[in-house]
């Protein structure tokens, strides 16, 4: 500021003063205008950014068409039972009502647009011969049938809460319509079943007939079979008391008769070699490898998973691991003379008798970097849209553009993905009018 010669009044300073707070006010003003448009031309930076990341990351996709239909299954029991007979080692909960232990969703891309098209309580699986739907029952009793002095002692002293039996089975029916009657029919067959066997028992010795679990679940479901898990166990004193094995076996639905035997799939010497080598590399450096003969083990096992035991053949299961499809084998063998459990080994990517189609082969490890919680990731078939899924989100990417189309909360409580299925073209819509019906 230039001040001419000369002293300054106070209503020249004043005016002075005024003048000096308006140029400060505007030198604000436009600083603080140069730094929102910095900031914004910096999200706008991170938002293409992220977007290049996307479009390298499914580089080597070829979409072709903007039609197409997810359908994905899911395991969502949310009980004690889910965690197999280990539940018995701690302070287990048997609950007289269940939530709904499956869950279908239906997501359906149409141009520009992806949506979640209809979500159901049980599984709805797409066969060659139209839809199946799936499901879990039970059959609870909570009191047991008669008297037995030491476990209701047991339970007196707070170290036992005892139930009769808790029997759960799958059901299916291809008409929606009579999905609570085929529940129900179930239910009665699987009393009847456990009253002929009670009444088989000598009296003596039907005190005991009690604490027992008869699980059965979807552990995966495809076009002609799906694959039922569970275990068996009865209960007969406190923690750890009790009697045990895990079990699994393929069921066919169609015409197409698959094997459930993991020997038909792979010769016995690949089974057994890779058996081995995961034996070696893990068991064999476990610290209880130090108490334990690993040696006197393997024989025994060994045994078993050369299907030398015609009781004992090796199966198998398809289970979702980093964005693919994977044949899981499994061997029953004894963890100790009470309790019986499932040896597990990867087999690699399913074969298409059993899986249909899967993704092609995508960096998992990158995705996980971009996508905070993913679990897994769907790759439709015409390579136009993936979706992602999340601990919390589902999420959907135009593979053409980068960019998303779909985010939003799923809600799902879930242990497993048990179903994927995907539909192309003129099969988007009928998909989406029968599922959308239920």
């Known amino acids: 500021m230039v001040v001419l010669g000369g002293k300054l009044n106070v209503r020249q300073l004043h005016a002075i003063l005024i003048l000096c707070v308006i ?4 030198s604000r003003l436009v600083h603080s205008r140069f730094s929102i448009e910095v900031a914004g031309d910096q999200v ?5 950014d992220r977007k290049t990341e996307i479009k ?10 903007k039609r197409s239909a997810l359908v994905l299954g899911f395991d969502t029991d949310e009980s004690s039972d889910s965690e197999s007979y280990a539940q018995f080692y701690n302070d287990f909960q048997k609950l007289p009502e269940k939530k709904p232990t499956n869950q279908t969703l239906l997501l359906v891309r149409d141009g520009a647009k992806l949506e979640l098209a209809s979500k159901l309580g049980y599984i709805a699986s797409p066969q060659s011969g139209g839809w199946l739907l799936l499901g879990q029952t039970r059959y609870f009793e909570p009191k047991p049938r008669d008297k037995n002095e030491h476990l209701d002692g047991l339970e007196a002293e707070g170290s036992l809460k005892n139930f009769a039996f808790d029997y ?22 699987t009393k009847s079943e456990i009253d002929r066997e009670y009444r088989r028992l000598p009296k003596d010795e039907r005190e005991f007939h009690r604490n ?7 552990g995966w479901v495809s076009d002609g079979y799906y694959v039922a898990d569970g275990y068996w166990s009865l209960i007969h004193g406190g923690a750890a008391w009790f009697e045990a094995r895990e079990e699994s076996r393929l069921v066919n639905l169609g015409k197409q008769k698959l094997s459930g035997e993991l020997d038909k799939w792979f010769s016995k010497k690949k089974i057994l070699d890779q058996y081995q080598s995961t034996f070696d590399t893990t068991r064999r450096n476990e610290s209880e490898a130090k108490s334990n003969d690993m040696d006197a083990i393997w024989q025994r096992w060994s045994v078993l998973i050369g299907g030398e035991d015609s009781e004992r053949i090796p199966t198998f299961t398809l289970e979702r691991q980093s964005a693919q499809t994977r044949m899981i084998g499994r061997v029953l063998v004894d963890g100790n003379i009470h309790r019986s459990f499932l040896l597990e080994e990867d087999f690699g990517r399913a074969p298409r008798a059993l899986a249909r189609y899967d993704n092609p082969e995508i960096d998992f490890n990158k995705a996980k970097a971009l996508f905070v919680g993913l679990i897994d990731i769907f790759i439709s078939p ?16 135009d593979v053409e553009t980068g960019s998303e189309i779909y985010r939003e909360e799923h809600e ?20 989406k009018q029968f599922l959308s019906s239920l």
């Open 412 to 431: 799902l409580k879930f242990n497993k993905v048990v179903m994927v299925e995907w539909a192309i073209g003129q099969h988007v819509a009928k998909w």
């Open 382 to 397: 015409n390579h136009e849209t993936v979706v992602l899924l999340t601990e919390k989100e589902l999420i959907g990417i």
């Open 23 to 26: 140029l400060q006010s505007q």
């Open 44 to 48: 706008a930076s991170i938002g293409d």
């Open 56 to 65: 390298k990351l499914f580089n080597s996709l070829k979409p072709n068409g």
């Open 212 to 218: 027992i679990s008869d699980y059965e679940k979807i």
């Open 168 to 189: 759960s089975r799958v059901w299916s029916t291809a008409e929606p319509q009579k999905i609570d009657y085929v529940r129900n029919q179930l239910r009665k067959k």
